[in-house]
């Protein structure tokens, strides 16, 4: 697999271009910030509210969602993506121009056919991948997350060149760019985030939480054991891989996780993986998030409300309250 670092890139294809931000959220704040470092000119596209101000504050010249499409060459979508197929329709395809770029840092909408741009337009994907508190600190740092790159349409036959100056602006290609297309990043971005990263986990925690207290250990033992310990793991699994995690834990622990693993995430596991991956590839998972936002969001604000009642968040709050430490 090729990967692209800064070396690889030229950076000028980008520096007589009008780059707009459109959202200032996790993504949008860090990627506009390090855009900005590398000297690139970048206008914030927003409607009134919170992150107009933080956009100001921070020093950027910020605009409506169609100024700043009619002002730039280079659209970056970093609205949530169940936001996008609206304000595209609405704000940002009235203004479009041939030889524009139409950017995105997930390929959701794209894929799942909820934005069709015009021929004319380029379209590619730049991803970090990495939350955007993170693409902003690893950048100021002097290193850079790695990302993902994708060219979806290439109008002007300089879509990816171009795209790849923005990876190197926002500071990936210093950790490494995959070139990638729009349904790899977003069949496995959802796969990773369901099966392991965020849902895997968190059904996890919560269980072996569960465990521990319903057989009568006491909650502050479970939430340590379940949830705080999980970072220094996981940090020397981000180091080193699964061995260097492994020769940094006890004998008797390394023990336990060849023996009891297995036992915890089965042969069931795994077809269910499978089962959740079909329904991403079907577009099933999809169309049930696009509807459940039009229906206001019921399921997902009911199990957000059950999630922050459970145990393990009363107790967690009232630990991490003494753990100075730990940042807001
Ligand atoms: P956030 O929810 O953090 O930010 C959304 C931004 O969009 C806010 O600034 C919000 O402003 C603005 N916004 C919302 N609705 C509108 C609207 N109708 N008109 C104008 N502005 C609006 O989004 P993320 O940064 O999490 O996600 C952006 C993209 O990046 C998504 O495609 C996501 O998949 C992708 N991505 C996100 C990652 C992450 O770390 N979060 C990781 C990799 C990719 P306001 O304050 O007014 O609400
Ligand atoms: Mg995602
Ligand atoms: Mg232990």
């Keep these: 697999m ?155 036959g300089q879509a990816k060149e171009i795209s790849l100056a923005y990876a190197k602006a926002i500071g990936c290609t210093r950790a490494g760019v995959f070139e990638t297309s729009f349904r790899e990043e977003t069949e496995t971005d959802l796969f990773g985030e369901q099966a392991v990263l965020c849902g895997g986990m968190t059904a996890l925690v919560k269980a072996g939480f569960e465990t521990l207290v319903e057989a009568g250990y006491r909650p502050e033992i479970a939430y340590f054991e379940c949830l705080h310990e999980l970072k220094l793991i996981v940090d020397l699994m981000y180091e080193g891989g699964l061995s260097r995690m492994r020769h940094s834990i006890s004998d008797t622990a390394e023990y336990g996780d060849y023996v009891t693993g297995s036992r915890i995430v089965t042969g069931d596991t795994k077809k269910e993986m499978r089962q959740v991956l079909t329904e991403i590839q079907r577009g099933e998972f999809a169309k049930k998030w696009i509807l459940e936002n039009q229906a206001g969001r019921p399921l997902y604000h009911a199990m957000k409300q059950m999630d922050a009642n459970h145990p393990i968040e009363e107790i967690g709050g009232k630990l991490r309250a003494m753990m100075s430490w730990i940042g807001k």
Excluded at 2 to 20: F, G, I, R, S, T
Excluded at 83 to 99: I, T
Aim: proline letters at 5%.
């Design 2 to 156: 090729k990967l692209y670092y800064d070396h690889d890139v030229n950076m000028e294809l980008l520096k007589n271009k009008v780059v707009a931000v459109v959202g200032y959220g996790s993504q949008g704040h860090a990627q506009a910030q390090n855009l900005r470092d590398s000297g690139i000119t970048v206008l914030i596209g927003l409607r009134t509210g919170r992150s107009w101000q933080q956009a100001e504050k921070d020093g950027f010249e910020v605009v409506s969602v169609k100024e700043a499409v009619r002002r730039s060459d280079v659209v970056q979508m970093l609205l949530p993506d169940e936001q996008q197929a609206r304000v595209y329709r609405e704000e940002v395809a009235p203004e479009l121009r041939a030889g524009q770029m139409l950017l995105f840092s997930h390929g959701f909408n794209i894929h799942f056919g909820q934005i069709v741009p015009p021929e004319e337009v380029d379209v590619a994907m730049v991803a970090p991948k990495s939350p955007g508190h993170l693409v902003r600190r690893v950048y100021s740092q002097g290193g850079g997350v790695p990302g993902l790159l994708a060219v979806h349409q290439d109008a002007t």
